[in-house]
């Protein structure tokens, strides 16, 4: 039991640290491009295509147009449209080679990683930087050297902080789009399905 309170405690801990650290300025771009975009297109592969669904939900609660890659009924990005790919590593083929094509199709492309250096963030136009672990750190092995480096290894595994730490700040960034257009929750409740 004691383990689970720690792991939350953890997460916590993390989503608020990265809150305190987070550029309102990489906010404020995606938050316009969202805006000033004709359709709006998610993707994340695994977990991170799980909280790019759940912002995608908030969007269209919004009355965005919005889609999320992979999904039957996804229609061919044009130019005009913001293409919002999500992925800790920057570096998860599926995502990198979909955010490519959607440029080259004329979208905009909007980053949401852990790694300013990464191909995705580099293919971007914008990009908004959660910490949390990638790739390179699940795969490096030199103990002594993270230690070093102050980092030790979380109770959470693989990308749980960066993914968690995702979901809380699309959430924020959801309210920041309500108080912009003016919609209340009483208008994301019309939206929302009613037939579950």
């Keep these: 039991m004691s383990l689970t309170k720690d792991t939350v405690y953890e997460i916590i801990g993390h989503i608020k640290e990265v809150a305190e650290k987070i550029s309102g300025k990489e906010i404020g771009e995606l ?14 592969a695994g977990r991170s295509g799980l909280v790019g669904k759940a912002f995608a939900v908030r969007l269209a609660h919004l009355k965005f147009e919005v889609f999320v890659v992979g ?9 005009g449209d913001l293409f919002i790919a999500i992925s800790g590593s920057g570096e998860t083929a599926s995502v ?10 004329g979208a905009k492309i909007a980053a949401v990683t852990s ?9 971007a136009d914008s990009v908004m930087v959660v910490e949390g672990r990638t790739k390179d750190d699940l795969h490096r092995k030199d103990y002594i050297a993270k230690q070093i480096m102050g980092r030790h290894e979380p109770l959470s595994p693989l990308g ?8 809380v700040l699309l959430d924020g960034v959801i309210v920041e789009l ?9 208008d994301l409740a019309r939206m929302h399905s009613n037939v579950e």
């Excluded at 999904?71 to 130019?79: F, M």
């Excluded at 790694?115 to 293919?123: E, I, T, V």
């Design 31 to 44: 938050i316009s491009m969202i805006i000033f975009s004709k359709r709006v297109f998610i993707f994340g």
């Design 71 to 79: 999904d039957t009924i996804t229609p061919a990005v044009q130019d």
């Design 96 to 105: 990198v080679i979909s955010a490519k094509s959607a440029k080259d199709a």
């Design 115 to 123: 790694n300013r250096d990464s191909s995705l963030a580099k293919a």
């Design 160 to 167: 749980t902080l960066f993914e968690d730490t995702c979901q």
């Design 178 to 186: 309500m108080r912009k257009l003016r919609k209340t929750e009483d």
